[in-house]
């Protein structure tokens, strides 16, 4: 990995700028859950993870409770991950179809993911302020990732975190002409990435139907169709 990227990660893990989101995860980690009890919970934040030559980058929301705030990586340990990992898998963007824990030997080719709020909120809803003290985060990320071709969002928060950047450095004007719908696709800007966008693989959307293990494989499906566009640099 490169080491602007390293140490750009070593930073994400000692942030403490967000004291509620500080005291949630460390309470978290302190308590545990009953299946987890005897396991030591990482409780910092998560950093991304994936290829960094990626032409994907996928943007999701903020670590879930005993899944990456768990095990330090993100979307691991959790059904949300199962549904996504699966699908990355299938469309062959990983190398195995399961997330357990950061040293399963899972790796990701042509992915990088990454969450705007890198620490686990309270019922899984950060506020402006947390989704904006992350955003240096998110814009240093953005920028070590120079490969990136297509921007895969993971539910409405995803999307207006990452317009919310373009937006900051004057790329778009206004976010308001980009409406989230699941399937759909965006051209941001001028020799941008395109951005897809997804119903997120939380348990409150797969459980219900509201995304298949089905839907959310066409979707990366169309990613590695839309990337291999692109000739290689």
């Known amino acids: 990995m490169r080491p602007a990227l390293i140490q750009l990660q070593s930073e994400i893990i000692q942030c403490t700028l967000c004291p509620r989101l500080v005291a949630h995860r460390e309470e978290i980690g302190r308590v545990r859950r009953r299946a987890y009890r005897e396991q030591e919970y990482w409780s910092k934040p998560v ?31 959790d059904r949300s991950g199962d549904f996504l990992y699966r699908a990355l898998y299938e469309a062959g963007f990983a190398n195995q179809s399961t997330s357990v824990s950061r040293e399963d030997g899972l790796l990701l080719r042509d992915a990088y993911i990454l969450a705007p709020v890198r620490c686990v909120p309270p019922d899984n809803k950060p506020t402006l302020e947390e989704i904006h003290a992350c955003r240096p985060f998110l814009e240093r990320e953005l920028a070590l990732l120079k490969r990136v071709k297509l921007v895969v969002v993971l539910g409405g928060i995803a999307l207006q975190a990452y317009l919310a950047v373009l937006q900051s450095q004057g790329k778009i004007k206004t976010r308001s002409a980009f409406h989230f719908k699941h399937g759909a696709t965006f051209a941001t800007h001028e020799g941008g990435p395109l951005v897809l966008a997804s119903y997120h693989p939380s348990q409150q959307n797969t459980s219900t139907g509201r995304l298949t293990a089905y839907m959310l494989s066409a979707i990366f499906h169309e990613a590695h169709r839309l990337v291999a566009l692109y000739q290689n640099p």
């Open 47 to 77: 950093p991304g993870f994936g290829d960094p030559a990626a032409r994907v980058l996928i943007v999701g929301l903020a670590p879930g409770a005993h899944g990456a705030n768990r095990t330090g990586r993100v979307f691991t340990g």
